[in-house]
């Protein structure tokens, strides 16, 4: 059979699509050329690699320009080094990840021999968000050339200048019926999700993560839903505020707050609140000495989010909030500038829209407890969060919170590094996703898992056929005896 062309007929969504010939394109390229073997995906993450390594420069000078202003050393940690490691680990591993799986022998299957072979689903779909717009698309992509798949790349249209870099690195480094991207607007993430993909990779909003599977649902297509969430940190009155302080500045202010997991709360016993404000200032204060041209401080991405993040600080202080800035020049901000300094929030209202929304940005509304249970309480009342983050000394009481607790990932007595171990899997639960990748878990995430008998001289067949009629009969006699 020559040019094999996709069976599927097209819904009314997909008659007119513009992406739907790249789709095509990839889909017959998929069928004529068989899945990837491990020789080729391995050269494909070596072109990544290589590719990333010559278009680093672009990468964060265009990073720089969509936010108007962010931190090189920020850039180069996380949309740079981070990808090539993971290349690096899941390179390491590849081999042994393809490797057909041994479930064991069941009596019922007749003591076959029984197999799970791993296949690539086909072409897949990637949809990235704007606060990491290389590292949430090629960490995906990593995981989709690892289990042998296609991929058509849609980067965030709020960061155009690096959506294009990305495009073009993809462009120059493979044939686009392997791996394209495409750029624009909304209307072109609206034609992306109505394509019948054989599975789609969305990160970003809740909001929107319920509309990209609202249209994967039509064509039945498989989703991973990276989302986010309100991630909830609680501190133990046992641990050092100062080691806690430490941790949680890495967390929170990188980016100036822009991640998804960034500790978007702090749970503190009411008899702690005092000494962690007096820490934060001080420590803040010598990070940040000043917050007016400073080169450590990413600026909030586009002029709505700045905004909007501004108008929940304002919201919580007309509720009553106290509002601690950390200025430590008492500097004017530039108009147009889009940053907002470390920003305390003390005495909450949580009516607040600060504690409904996902915060994006560097402020950090503080909340006390009485004891760790209604801490725990405070938490699950509330939707489940991608990340948790809890301080102690205490062991035995840490695995009592974990166990007690439902949320993506977590990390004890540390911030955000449960994502940088590229050895684990990484995604949310509930509101805050669907899915996971990361390593062996994203290989797996993106591979189609056969079950496959392979049956030998012995069948149970001939002696089924022998039994009937009356089977029934014979049937039951059996459960009953297992069940006796």
């Not at 265009?62 to 996380?78: C, H, K, L, M, P």
């Not at 299957?109 to 090629?138: E, F, H, T």
């Amino acid at each position: 059979m020559n040019n094999p062309q996709p069976v599927a007929a097209e819904t009314s969504a997909e008659i007119g699509n513009p992406l739907l010939p790249l789709l095509h394109q990839q889909q017959a390229a998929f069928l004529n050329n068989g899945a990837p073997d491990y020789k080729q995906r391995i050269e494909a993450l070596n072109k990544l690699k290589k590719a990333i390594g010559e278009y680093k420069e672009e990468i964060v000078a265009a990073v720089q320009e969509d936010f108007g202003y962010r931190s090189d050393t920020e850039t180069w940690i996380t949309e740079v080094v981070t990808v090539l490691n993971e290349i690096m680990a899941t390179k390491s591993h590849l081999k042994k990840w393809m490797k057909p799986s041994n479930p064991g022998r069941s009596l019922s299957a007749g003591m076959a021999k029984s197999r799970v072979i791993y296949q690539p689903k086909g072409v897949v779909g990637i949809m990235g968000a704007w606060n990491y717009p290389v590292l949430l698309v090629l960490s995906p992509l990593i995981g989709v050339i690892a289990a042998g798949n296609s991929a058509v790349i849609k980067p965030s249209d709020l960061t155009p200048k690096t959506g294009e870099v990305v495009k073009k690195m993809i462009a120059n480094t493979f044939d686009e019926s392997y791996i394209s991207v495409v750029t624009g607007d909304v209307e072109v993430a609206a034609n992306f999700t109505q394509l019948p993909f054989d599975h789609i990779v969305y990160t970003g909003s809740t909001h929107v993560g319920k509309i990209v599977m609202r249209a994967a649902a039509e064509n039945l297509t498989p989703v991973t839903l990276e989302l986010g969430g309100k991630s909830p940190t609680i501190i133990n009155p046992n641990y050092p505020i100062s080691k806690a302080v430490d941790r949680i500045m890495m967390g929170k202010f990188m980016n100036s707050g822009q991640t998804c997991i960034a500790p978007d709360y702090i749970l503190v016993h009411e008899s702690k609140v005092d000494e962690l404000v007096s820490t934060f200032k001080e420590k803040l204060t010598k990070r940040y000495p000043s917050v007016e041209n400073n080169k450590d401080i990413s600026w909030i991405v586009n002029d709505r989010h700045f905004v909007r993040v501004s108008n929940l600080i304002k919201d919580a202080e007309e509720r009553g909030a106290t509002v601690v800035q950390v200025n430590p020049t008492n500097a004017t901000i530039s108009e147009g500038t889009r940053i907002i300094p470390p920003t305390l929030l003390l005495n909450v209202d949580t009516d607040s829209n600060i504690m409904h929304e996902e915060i994006f940005g560097p402020v950090l509304p503080i909340i006390t407890y009485r004891d760790i249970d209604q801490a725990i309480r405070f938490v699950n009342e509330r939707p489940r969060p991608l990340a948790l983050y809890y301080f102690d000394n205490n062991k035995k009481q840490a695995d009592k919170v974990l166990s007690r607790t439902i949320s993506g990932g977590a990390c004890v007595n540390e911030t955000m590094l449960h994502f940088a171990n590229e050895k684990m899997a990484f995604g949310g639960v509930g509101p805050s996703g669907l899915g996971s990748y990361h390593g062996q878990a994203g290989f797996l995430e993106f591979s189609h898992k056969k079950s496959v008998i392979f049956q030998g001289a012995l069948s149970p067949a001939p002696l089924m056929n022998r039994a009937y009629p009356p089977f029934v009969v014979k049937v039951l006699k059996v459960v009953s005896n297992i069940l006796s």
